[in-house]
């Protein structure tokens, strides 16, 4: 195998929709590539699964040696339209060999203003809204604070217990957890504090109860006279898929609104129909001031946006925002197709039905295993937390030995959680019923077996 000549096929949705390993993974083609990787990348960029990517759609993954694995993280909550999507490809290749860039602060053009009108449009919120572009979610992030401390005049910011936010310097500071993310890598930005979240599983707290801890901090140890904004996750992603308690989130934002600080939702990871709403905000029936997107906006291209309000997003003065490459016409092009294929192919009713399979069959072995602690989400977005049956302790070295398998096997899944014991859930929402069956039977055995 490892001499014959590979044709690097095309991906997209028309690749064979299977789970097929011919080799052991990693196989050597792919070996190689990680030894050039070793040798060659920073060790700090780290992998989940050691195979050679070289076509990608539907729900499956190819790598260099031939093998076909089943896509359960759609490379972090990106590729949900599908890896590859037939208009994402279409919308990039006539952008491409038009122009690539002139920078919008230089010269605007349209997609970009089409993916501000779009999201403008989609996000909740029935008041005048504005957007601008930026090319990551940290970026987005980092944007949104500015924004809201130029809005409201004020410095300090409130990130929860578990969130994640980015690696960039002031969205470390943000970042709840200290491995991988921060060691090492002070100083930190100041006026960032961190509140605690409401976390059903461990806390046991009904949402107004986390709420009202969660305001007694704030008010006690910062004081909302000097708070400009809090940024939460509606679900949090690398945190560990923790669902709040109904009601946390609007006494959050009512708290907020009371007091003159911007609610900032970090939609980057839930954003885009993933759990089964366009945004997560509407399945808590809030409706931010600010809202942080990216990851699934624009099918694979790099690109990040916050929305919001328009009178607070037009705090900045011109020059105060913006970057070279933000909303770059590439991935404003992807976006613009993309968003049109999340409204017009249904994939916010096909975020639910995915979400109906991964919660039944989550549930059932939860059902027949006391280590399966708790399984939580929203539509395409659950994940199970695995625990010590008898002390409740979460437990890390089986969640990354059933990971492991998973891959071995042909299936990729992510982990997540502070205490890095839960396995997510987030197939690309292209992602056929069978396909996701198989790769929850690879995902039982593994269990089994440890
Ligand atoms: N906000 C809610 O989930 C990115 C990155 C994981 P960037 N999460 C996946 C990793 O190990 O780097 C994320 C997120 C939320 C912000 C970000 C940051 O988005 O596009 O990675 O900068």
């Given at each position: 195998?490892?001499?014959?000549?590979?044709i690097?096929p095309?991906?997209g949705?028309?690749?064979?929709?299977?789970?097929?390993?011919?080799?052991?993974?990693?196989?050597?083609?792919?070996?190689?590539?990680?030894?050039?990787k070793?040798?060659?990348?920073?060790?700090g960029?780290?992998?989940?699964?050691?195979?050679?990517?070289?076509?990608?759609?539907?729900?499956?993954?190819?790598?260099?040696?031939?093998?076909?694995?089943?896509?359960?993280?759609?490379?972090?909550?990106?590729?949900?339209?599908?890896?590859a999507?037939?208009?994402?490809?279409e919308?990039?290749?006539?952008?491409?060999a038009?122009?690539?860039?002139?920078?919008?602060?230089?010269?605007?053009?349209?997609?970009?203003?089409?993916?501000?009108?779009?999201?403008?449009r989609?996000?909740?919120?029935?008041?005048?809204?504005?957007?601008?572009?930026?090319?990551s979610?940290?970026e987005?992030?980092?944007?949104?604070?500015?924004?809201?401390?130029?809005?409201?005049r004020?410095?300090?910011?409130?990130?929860?217990?578990h969130?994640?936010?980015?690696?960039?310097?002031?969205?470390?500071?943000?970042?709840?957890?200290?491995?991988?993310?921060?060691?090492?890598?002070?100083?930190?930005?100041?006026?960032?504090?961190r509140?605690?979240?409401?976390?059903?599983?461990?806390?046991?707290l009904?949402?107004?109860?986390?709420?009202?801890?969660?305001?007694?901090m704030?008010t006690?140890?910062?004081?909302?006279?000097?708070?400009?904004?809090?940024?939460?996750?509606?679900?949090?992603?690398?945190?560990?898929?923790?669902?709040?308690?109904?009601?946390?989130l609007?006494?959050?934002?009512d708290?907020?609104?009371?007091?003159?600080?911007v609610?900032?939702?970090?939609?980057?990871?839930t954003?885009?129909?993933?759990?089964?709403?366009?945004?997560?905000?509407?399945?808590?029936g809030?409706?931010?001031d600010l809202?942080?997107?990216?990851?699934?906006?624009?099918?694979?291209?790099?690109?990040?946006?916050?929305?919001?309000?328009?009178?607070?997003?037009d705090a900045?003065?011109?020059g105060?925002?913006?970057?070279?490459?933000g909303?770059?016409?590439?991935?404003?092009?992807?976006?613009?197709?993309?968003?049109?294929?999340?409204?017009?192919?249904?994939?916010?009713?096909?975020?639910?039905?995915?979400?109906?399979?991964l919660?039944?069959?989550?549930?059932?072995?939860?059902?027949?295993?006391?280590?399966?602690?708790e399984?939580?989400?929203?539509?395409?977005?659950?994940a199970?937390?695995?625990?010590?049956?008898?002390?409740?302790?979460?437990?890390?070295?089986?969640?990354?030995?059933?990971?492991?398998?998973?891959?071995?096997?042909?299936?990729?899944?992510?982990?997540?959680?502070?205490?890095?014991?839960?396995?997510r859930?987030?197939?690309?929402?292209?992602?056929g019923?069978?396909?996701?069956?198989?790769?929850?039977?690879?995902?039982?055995?593994?269990?089994?077996?440890?």
């Amino acid at each position: 195998m490892s001499n014959a000549a590979v044709i690097t096929p095309v991906g997209g949705p028309s690749l064979p929709q299977e789970r097929r390993l011919v080799t052991a993974i990693p196989g050597p083609r792919s070996q190689e590539l990680l030894e050039r990787k070793a040798a060659a990348v920073a060790a700090g960029v780290g992998h989940t699964a050691p195979i050679a990517a070289v076509a990608a759609g539907g729900g499956v993954i190819l790598d260099a040696d031939g093998n076909s694995l089943i896509d359960l993280g759609s490379g972090i909550a990106v590729t949900s339209v599908g890896n590859a999507h037939p208009k994402v490809v279409e919308a990039v290749q006539q952008q491409v060999a038009q122009f690539t860039h002139t920078c919008f602060m230089v010269s605007p053009y349209e997609s970009y203003v089409a993916v501000a009108e779009a999201l403008n449009r989609i996000t909740p919120g029935a008041f005048a809204k504005k957007s601008a572009l930026f090319n990551s979610g940290a970026e987005a992030v980092e944007n949104a604070v500015k924004i809201a401390r130029k809005y409201t005049r004020k410095q300090a910011v409130v990130a929860f217990d578990h969130g994640y936010h980015g690696r960039t310097n002031l969205t470390m500071a943000l970042t709840a957890k200290a491995m991988p993310y921060k060691s090492g890598f002070g100083p930190f930005a100041s006026e960032v504090y961190r509140a605690p979240m409401s976390y059903p599983f461990h806390d046991g707290l009904t949402g107004p109860e986390a709420a009202k801890r969660a305001i007694a901090m704030m008010t006690k140890q910062i004081g909302a006279e000097n708070l400009a904004a809090i940024i939460i996750e509606p679900i949090q992603g690398e945190g560990g898929f923790i669902v709040p308690a109904d009601g946390f989130l609007p006494a959050l934002l009512d708290w907020c609104h009371a007091n003159d600080v911007v609610f900032i939702a970090d939609e980057v990871q839930t954003g885009f129909a993933r759990t089964g709403a366009m945004f997560a905000s509407e399945v808590f029936g809030i409706v931010p001031d600010l809202i942080t997107t990216a990851k699934g906006i624009a099918g694979g291209l790099p690109l990040a946006a916050v929305t919001g309000r328009a009178e607070i997003m037009d705090a900045a003065h011109a020059g105060g925002l913006g970057g070279t490459y933000g909303g770059n016409p590439v991935a404003c092009a992807a976006a613009v197709a993309a968003i049109e294929v999340f409204e017009n192919d249904g994939l916010i009713e096909r975020a639910r039905a995915i979400g109906v399979i991964l919660q039944e069959r989550l549930h059932a072995l939860q059902a027949a295993d006391p280590r399966v602690g708790e399984v939580r989400g929203r539509g395409a977005m659950v994940a199970a937390e695995f625990v010590d049956p008898t002390t409740g302790e979460p437990d890390a070295a089986l969640t990354s030995a059933i990971a492991k398998q998973c891959i071995a096997e042909g299936v990729v899944v992510l982990t997540c959680g502070t205490y890095g014991n839960v396995i997510r859930f987030l197939p690309p929402l292209s992602i056929g019923d069978d396909l996701l069956n198989e790769g929850l039977d690879v995902v039982a055995s593994a269990l089994a077996a440890h």
